[in-house]
């Protein structure tokens, strides 16, 4: 009898089942892949200092970061990504692997660096679910975290200060949403009829700036990409449960008229390098994908969400 699976993570907030983005990506892709896990929020408990999160246990083995945990779970016969073409799977490599290096650092200065965001909206949530007096050192740690991960990250040497790479961060995560956007289009999803591991790293890190914050240019950008917030919306509706009491409706984000951006110039050069790196990856991948290949224990989640509707009396 396989181990029961525990994932340990941060709890539900601003209208989302965690807070935390990289928390949002593995609790997509379980719910995609069909896994049966237990999440155990860290909320109120002494792990809100010492928890590496997400972090995933099963038995005696324990995995943390979304990329190794949805590793792990492929292992265990638990792929969202199963019926994915070789070529399919080569550009969502490429398209996480731009997702961290682009949009995760603006993410970061998003919750944690920017001043306004961070007293008024992130500090306060993160001190509210910390036990005394943790509540005063935790909110501190996470935002030097993010702070010291952006400047080796995305500073130059020598090693600028944060006001110096700003530009450059929403730059690029601008770049990457309108790439996303671009690989979307009309679909609900990114890749056929049914969500893969890209949809859940995108619905992780896109949905989190769907929240009330009160500065955030980035958040503009994204409310000019419909089909994203759309995307996003429709991953919350159909797999997660609104009427869960940790579950809160979400709140409306500031209401400033957006900006029309122009076009990105380098929406197309992002393209072909995309598509540069996806030939690469499914080069190497063709190895892998020779080996035989257990079927997926996904569940067919619209099927049955039809099904209870069709019961339901009028």
Avoid at 46 to 60: D, F, H, I, K, M
Avoid at 281 to 293: A, V
């Amino acid at each position: 009898m396989a181990a029961a699976m525990e994932l340990r993570c941060w709890g539900g907030g601003w209208g989302l089942p965690s807070v935390h983005a990289e928390s949002l990506v593995v609790l997509a892709y379980a719910k995609f892949s069909g896994a049966k896990v237990t999440v155990s929020p860290i909320d109120w408990t002494w792990r809100t200092l010492t928890a590496t999160v997400p972090e995933l246990s099963c038995g005696e083995v324990i995995v943390q970061e979304p990329t190794s945990i949805l590793n792990f779970l492929r292992k265990q016969r638990f792929n969202a990504d199963y019926e994915l073409s070789a070529r399919e799977g080569a550009d969502t490599m490429a398209y996480i692997a731009l997702i961290d290096e682009k949009l995760r650092p603006a993410l970061l200065h998003t919750f944690w660096v920017d001043a306004e965001n961070y007293v008024n909206l992130t500090r306060p949530w993160f001190a509210s679910r910390s036990p005394f007096p943790l509540n005063l050192v935790v909110p501190g740690r996470q935002a030097n975290a993010a702070f010291s991960r952006i400047l080796l990250t995305k500073g130059e040497a020598p090693l600028q200060r944060i006001t110096e790479v700003e530009a450059k961060i929403y730059s690029e995560a601008k770049e990457c949403l309108n790439l996303l956007s671009y690989r979307l289009g009309s679909a609900d999803f990114f890749f056929g009829k049914s969500p893969t591991s890209l949809d859940a790293f995108v619905f992780g890190l896109c949905s989190a700036l769907q929240s009330a914050l009160p500065s955030s240019p980035l958040q503009r950008h994204l409310t000019q990409l419909e089909n994203i917030t759309r995307f996003c919306d429709s991953i919350l509706a159909l797999y997660f449960s609104p009427d869960r009491p940790d579950f809160p409706p979400r709140p409306c984000p500031g209401s400033p008229q957006p900006v029309p951006d122009t076009k990105d110039a380098n929406l197309q050069k992002l393209t072909q390098l995309v598509n540069k790196e996806s030939n690469l990856i499914e080069k190497m991948d063709d190895n892998l994908r020779s080996s035989p290949q257990h079927k997926s224990h996904r569940a067919d989640l619209r099927a049955s969400l039809a099904a209870g509707k069709s019961s339901t009396p009028a």
